[in-house]
């Protein structure tokens, strides 16, 4: 306690005047001060004794213990499972809404349909209405939560790139997907007339994505291909149009050994009954035995039956020539077709369109009853082949087509709007085709001639596109866009197919989004049927006016005067006249005599008076 008491005694006081505080440091060389010396505490220093050597372990890490215990052992060994639409009978095809419709009608039909309805209304539908009064299994708690997808501008980057095998390279005419999106399908073909050379062969491939280096399978067709496209009830059967106007179909359950892979045509139009030009597209129909479309620009479009594929269905033909009716101030003559748009789920099951080399985008009808009602309606517009048609998957209402240096978006099957509502810029390179995206209603994704990829969004900006992509040197020729929308499988002219994966942003629907284009959509068209009207108007009103001159002419014509009318009013005219001229003399003389008045009475400094 001394000890410590006298520790406690040592104190050291520095003092500062208050204005230094906050000045910088300042260190100066002075001589050492002692001041304090505290020497050593003998007693204490007797009690201990000095070790010399001393040693001491330390160890600095942590103590830890091991335990161990068994477990279980599990297996485990993947499973897949399939989901199919149940409960309809085996002879009802659950994939064909035709047949789904037909049997509901029949079983709605019966008598005991009501009685078993009413009888499974009294056991469950108590209990499920006692079960949702106390938990609301429809609620939507996240309603108002729109996806964020501001965190970062909209991209596409390049995940793989199948080139064509062949030595000499063509170029990738068409592409179509797997539904699953796992293989993709691609037609290569020489487009220049007379342009096969030595060396170049006449297979088109299918491809896995997972595998860009080889191809999965080859088709051989009996002249290259400028069409393909995937049966959309059998994932097996590929349909795809020649150069040489023949239809055909594989089946790939049929290829050859692995070491082939090659898959040879199962069956084939015969070339008297095909078309004379190349199928520059095709499309799968929906019906019960499987049918599919295409058009050639020699003018014709046929349906072909898969179960006798020799030739297309007679009554089906349509020889593409609008009737003077419909064609109003179009090009004359038969149109040769180049692209198809169709889609049960979208347009009908009975209704296509059709763009053609003259610019003309025409939509037909399976239904009509003669040649000329089978087309129904004419889109003029573009300069050039319309090489892009297609109906907006989420607004069925509207359609874009791609042709020339443009892309235009229409309203279809509207007796007065027949000019585009919205027009993109003339762009400095041609348009070669385009497509909707099939998860934004907004967006359309179009290539261009200069190897440029466009991605546009119309819920952000119109003017121009959010994302233009340079892919190739060389022009492109051909995109297709998976089902689920993230993904882009883009074509060229040197046989390079890119396959790109699109950004969050471009491929996810924001809240409200497709209420939105639709709202803008019907705006554009309103305002357009609103100056059309008006435009109707000023020219009946012109129209009236000139009416009316004429009669008025022609009045004026009918009431001539004679000499003796004349004359006397051509006498009283001039005297009128003179008498006009001599009351403005006489006023003018007295205004310059009252001028001078004034003037002498300001000179004599006289007093001017208030009424002069």
Same mark, same amino acid.
């Given at each position: 306690k001394k000890?410590?008491?006298k ?5 050291s006081?520095y003092?500062?005047?208050?204005k230094e505080?906050g000045r910088?440091v300042e ?23 000095v070790?010399?050597?001393y040693?001491?372990?330390?160890e600095?890490v942590?103590?830890?213990s091991e335990?161990g215990t068994?477990?279980?052992?599990i297996e $485990?060994?993947?499973k897949g499972q399939?989901?199919?639409?149940g409960g309809w009978?085996?002879?009802?095809d659950?994939?064909?809404l035709?047949d789904?419709t037909?049997y509901?009608k ?6 005991g349909?009501?009685? $078993?309805?009413?009888d499974?209304?009294d056991r469950?539908?108590e209990?499920y209405?006692k079960?949702n009064?106390?938990?609301?299994i429809?609620?939507?708690y996240f ?6 997808v ?6 596409a980057?390049?995940v793989t ?6 030595p000499?390279?063509?170029t990738?005419?068409n592409?179509?997907w797997?539904?699953?999106?796992k293989?993709?399908?691609i037609?290569?073909?020489?487009m220049k007339f007379?342009?096969t050379?030595?060396?170049?062969t006449v297979k088109?491939?299918?491809?896995d ?6 191809p ?9 291909l400028c069409s ?8 097996h ?5 020649s150069?040489?106007?023949?239809v055909q179909?594989?089946d $790939?359950?049929k290829?050859?050994?692995?070491d082939?892979k090659?898959v040879q045509?199962e069956s084939?139009?015969?070339?008297d009954?095909s ?12 019906s019960?035995?499987?049918?599919f ?6 003018g014709?479009?046929f349906i ?5 594929l ?8 349509v020889?593409?020539?609008? =009737?003077d ?6 090009p004359?003559?038969v149109l040769g077709g180049?692209?198809i748009?169709?889609d049960a789920?979208?347009?009908?099951p009975s209704?296509y369109?059709v763009g053609?080399?003259q610019?003309?985008v025409?939509l037909?009808?399976r ?12 889109y003029h517009?573009h300069?050039?082949p319309?090489?892009?048609v297609?109906?907006n998957p989420h ?8 042709g020339d240096?443009?892309?235009k978006?229409?309203?279809a099957?509207?007796?007065l ?5 919205f027009t993109?810029?003339y762009?400095k390179?041609?348009?070669t ?5 099939p998860?934004r209603?907004?967006?359309f994704i179009t ?6 990829l466009?991605v546009?969004?119309?819920l952000y ?5 959010v994302l233009?992509?340079q892919l190739s040197e060389y022009?492109?020729?051909t ?12 074509g060229g ?11 969050q942003?471009?491929?996810t ?6 209420n939105?284009?639709e709202?803008?959509?019907a705006?554009?068209? =309103?305002?357009?049927r ?7 108007e000023?020219?009946g009103?012109?129209r009236?006016k ?8 022609v009045?004026?014509?009918?009431s ?5 009318d004349?004359q006397e009013?051509?006498k009283?005219f001039l005297?009128s006249?003179?008498d006009?001229?001599?009351?403005d003399?006489?006023?003018q003389?007295e ?6 008045h004034l003037?002498k009475l300001i000179?004599?400094?006289q007093e ?5």
């Amino acid at each position: 306690k001394k000890k410590k008491k006298k520790m406690a005694e040592i104190s050291s006081m520095y003092q500062k005047a208050r204005k230094e505080f906050g000045r910088p440091v300042e260190f100066q060389n002075n001589e050492p001060e002692n001041l304090f010396e505290h020497l050593p505490n003998q007693k204490l220093k007797d009690e201990f004794t000095v070790l010399n050597p001393y040693e001491r372990e330390i160890e600095n890490v942590p103590i830890l213990s091991e335990y161990g215990t068994n477990t279980a052992q599990i297996e $485990t060994r993947p499973k897949g499972q399939t989901h199919v639409e149940g409960g309809w009978p085996a002879a009802i095809d659950n994939t064909d809404l035709d047949d789904k419709t037909k049997y509901r009608k029949k079983a709605e039909r019966e008598e005991g349909y009501f009685l $078993t309805c009413r009888d499974l209304f009294d056991r469950h539908v108590e209990k499920y209405l006692k079960q949702n009064n106390a938990i609301d299994i429809f609620e939507e708690y996240f309603l108002e939560q729109t996806v964020d997808v501001s965190s970062g501008p909209p991209s596409a980057k390049t995940v793989t790139v199948f080139q064509d095998p062949s030595p000499v390279k063509r170029t990738v005419a068409n592409l179509s997907w797997l539904p699953d999106a796992k293989k993709l399908a691609i037609a290569y073909c020489n487009m220049k007339f007379q342009g096969t050379i030595g060396g170049m062969t006449v297979k088109s491939h299918i491809w896995d994505v997972t595998n860009p280096n080889t191809p999965e399978l080859d088709l051989i067709p009996v002249s290259p291909l400028c069409s393909i496209r995937y049966s959309p009830k059998d994932s097996h059967i590929i349909a795809g149009g020649s150069y040489n106007g023949v239809v055909q179909l594989w089946d $790939t359950r049929k290829a050859g050994t692995p070491d082939l892979k090659s898959v040879q045509t199962e069956s084939k139009s015969i070339i008297d009954h095909s078309h004379k030009d190349p199928v520059w597209d095709i499309k799968w129909l929906m019906s019960k035995s499987g049918e599919f479309l295409s058009v050639s620009t020699d003018g014709q479009a046929f349906i072909w039956d898969v179960r006798n594929l020799s030739k297309p269905i007679e009554s089906e033909t349509v020889v593409l020539k609008p =009737s003077d009716k419909v064609n109003d101030g179009g090009p004359k003559g038969v149109l040769g077709g180049i692209c198809i748009d169709y889609d049960a789920q979208v347009g009908g099951p009975s209704k296509y369109m059709v763009g053609t080399e003259q610019g003309t985008v025409l939509l037909c009808n399976r239904k009509g009853k003669t040649p000329q009602d089978k087309i129904s309606h004419c889109y003029h517009g573009h300069h050039g082949p319309v090489y892009g048609v297609m109906r907006n998957p989420h607004c069925s209402k509207y359609f874009m087509s791609v042709g020339d240096w443009t892309v235009k978006l229409w309203t279809a099957e509207d007796a007065l709007l027949k000019a585009p509502m919205f027009t993109t810029f003339y762009h400095k390179a041609y348009l070669t085709n385009g497509s909707w995206h099939p998860a934004r209603p907004g967006v359309f994704i179009t290539t261009r001639m200069d190897g440029v990829l466009d991605v546009w969004d119309l819920l952000y900006r119109q003017t121009a596109p959010v994302l233009s992509v340079q892919l190739s040197e060389y022009s492109l020729n051909t995109l297709q866009c998976t089902a689920e929308g993230k993904h882009v499988a883009v074509g060229g002219v040197d046989g390079n197919t890119v396959l790109l994966e699109l950004s969050q942003g471009l491929c996810t629907a924001q809240y409200e989004e497709k209420n939105t284009i639709e709202a803008m959509f019907a705006r554009e068209s =309103s305002r357009d049927r609103a100056l059309l009207q008006r435009a109707k108007e000023r020219k009946g009103k012109a129209r009236k006016k000139s009416h009316a001159l004429q009669q008025r002419e022609v009045g004026d014509k009918d009431s001539s005067l004679d000499d003796v009318d004349l004359q006397e009013l051509t006498k009283e005219f001039l005297s009128s006249v003179k008498d006009r001229e001599e009351q403005d003399n006489q006023a003018q003389q007295e205004l310059e005599t009252r001028r001078s008045h004034l003037i002498k009475l300001i000179s004599e400094g006289q007093e001017v008076p208030n009424d002069a």
